[in-house]
């Protein structure tokens, strides 16, 4: 990804974060060069919260691939896309990991394979982290975690069947 698509999507990011109310704080540095970044997952917006911070590849469902204006920004970032339906795509999607890995390029990952509402994370689905092996790079734990405004500790997860515009309006609250 080119230094200007990482900045209009870490831009892009920003603005969507700000006209939904979000705000984001980072501890810690992320380590020089490629590694695998594995995550928890709580809602959409630790996608943008991350990208925010710092663009890099990531791993997604398949299905994101067709969405308007996500499925483009997705492309840019080089997402390895996923058929989760289909264990086998494994195989073709672990190569492709350790391949934007052994171009210096960081992968995010959120291991739990779903969203989930908390407190605590679902179990790893564990296969991709064999690109990281490959590659021989370091797989760094981020921790994300959000309060909202209104004491709601819910707000800011979107999980299940909830579509977006109802989450859109607890997290605006």
């Given at each position: 990804?080119?230094?200007?698509?990482?900045?209009?999507?870490?831009?892009?990011?920003?603005?969507?974060?700000?006209?939904?109310?979000?705000?984001?704080?980072?501890?810690?540095?992320?380590?020089?060069?490629?590694?695998?970044?594995a995550a928890n997952h709580r809602s959409w917006l630790d996608i943008l919260a991350a990208l925010a911070h710092h663009p890099c590849a990531s791993v997604g469902k398949r299905e994101v691939r067709g969405w308007p204006v996500v499925g483009r920004c997705a492309h840019?970032?080089?997402?390895?896309?996923?058929?989760?339906?289909?264990?086998r795509d494994l195989l073709r999607a672990i190569p492709a990991l350790e391949g934007a890995l052994?171009?210096?390029?960081?992968?995010?990952?959120?291991?739990?394979?779903?969203?989930?509402?908390?407190?605590?994370?679902?179990?790893?689905?564990?296969?991709?982290?064999?690109a990281a092996v490959r590659a021989g790079v370091p797989v760094v734990p981020l921790h994300l975690t959000g309060t909202a405004r209104a004491g709601d500790a819910d707000a800011l997860a979107w999980y299940g069947d909830e579509a977006l515009l109802p989450n859109l309006r607890r997290v605006r609250r």
């Open positions: 990804m080119s230094g200007a698509a990482a900045a209009g999507v870490r831009l892009l990011s920003r603005a969507v974060l700000w006209a939904v109310g979000v705000r984001v704080a980072w501890r810690g540095a992320l380590p020089p060069g490629p590694a695998l970044l840019v970032l080089g997402v390895v896309w996923v058929d989760r339906a289909r264990k052994r171009q210096g390029r960081p992968v995010r990952l959120f291991p739990e394979g779903t969203t989930s509402p908390g407190p605590g994370e679902l179990p790893f689905k564990s296969a991709l982290f064999e």
